[in-house]
T-cell receptor, first 116, second 115 residues
Framework: NAGVMQNPRHLVRRRGQEARLRCSPM?????VYWYRQLPEEGLKFMVYLQKENIIDESGMPKERFSAEFPKEGPSILRIQQVVRGDSAAYFC??????????????FGPGTRLTVL | QQQVKQSPQSLIVQKGGISIINCAYENTAFDYFPWYQQFPGKGPALLIAIRPDVSEKKEGRFTISFNKSAKQFSLHIMDSQPGDSATYFCAASIVPFFGNEKLTFGTGTRLTIIP
């Protein structure tokens, strides 16, 4: 059972370009979370998605950022018109659905975005 | 109220010693407290987790101590080894009736075990 997969692992963009980060959850997992880790800081929650639904986007910046988890294919985190402050490691995590139990979130290796 | 405060920021421990990392939270609705271990260039991996109905949980050399009244929890690593050198994050979450909830992370502790 492959773990959470993220690609690309490293992404370099110039200011104003678009960044697309992809996440394939573990097999059988229908919940996906995106977190951002700035240098020397902890992970900050961005968005929680289930298939075709955004459940919680309270951590997403209001502009330029969007996320989707379509019925088929990976989850995508899209950053439009990137700025230097977007440089960070972006981690995706997945978990299976459950009822009144907490399921572990399994993290991918991350995508390290560098904005020049 | 959603913050989780973690200390120390960095920690150096001699091989064989006990490493202790502390966290404190404000939101009394939190009822799931995991610890994650992260190596450079890798994603965080769950190390051990606790629910507030117990005051201590032990798995091998790793122990979580939980003080509900003080809203504090800590990670103890016994017989610390060089392979334990990593960044450790505490986290907290709410367990909803269905599905899951976001994790709120502490700021991390960089642990170095020296020979």
């Amino acid at each position: 059972n492959a773990g959470v997969m993220q690609n690309p692992r490293h992404l370099v963009r110039r200011r104003g370009q678009e960044a697309r980060l992809r996440c394939s959850p573990m097999k059988g997992h229908s919940h996906v979370y995106w977190y951002r880790q700035l240098p020397e800081e902890g992970l900050k929650f961005m968005v929680y998605l289930q298939k075709e639904n955004i459940i919680d986007e309270s951590g997403m910046p209001k502009e330029r950022f969007s996320a989707e988890f379509p019925k088929e294919g990976p989850s995508i985190l899209r950053i439009q018109q990137v700025v230097r402050g977007d440089s960070a490691a972006y981690f995706c995590a997945s978990s299976p659905p459950s009822l009144r139990l907490y399921n572990e979130q399994f993290f991918g290796p991350g995508t390290r975005l560098t904005v020049l | 109220q959603q913050q989780v405060k973690q200390s120390p920021q960095s920690l150096i421990v001699q091989k064989g010693g006990i490493s202790i990392i502390n966290c404190a939270y404000e939101n009394t609705a939190f009822d799931y407290f995991p610890w994650y271990q992260q190596f450079p260039g890798k994603g965080p991996a769950l190390l051990i987790a606790i629910r507030p109905d117990v005051s201590e949980k032990k798995e091998g050399r790793f122990t979580i101590s939980f003080n509900k009244s003080a809203k504090q929890f800590s990670l103890h690593i016994m017989d610390s080894q060089p392979g334990d050198s990593a960044t450790y994050f505490c986290a907290a979450s709410i367990v909803p009736f269905f599905g899951n909830e976001k994790l709120t992370f502490g700021t991390g502790t960089r642990l170095t075990i020296i020979p």
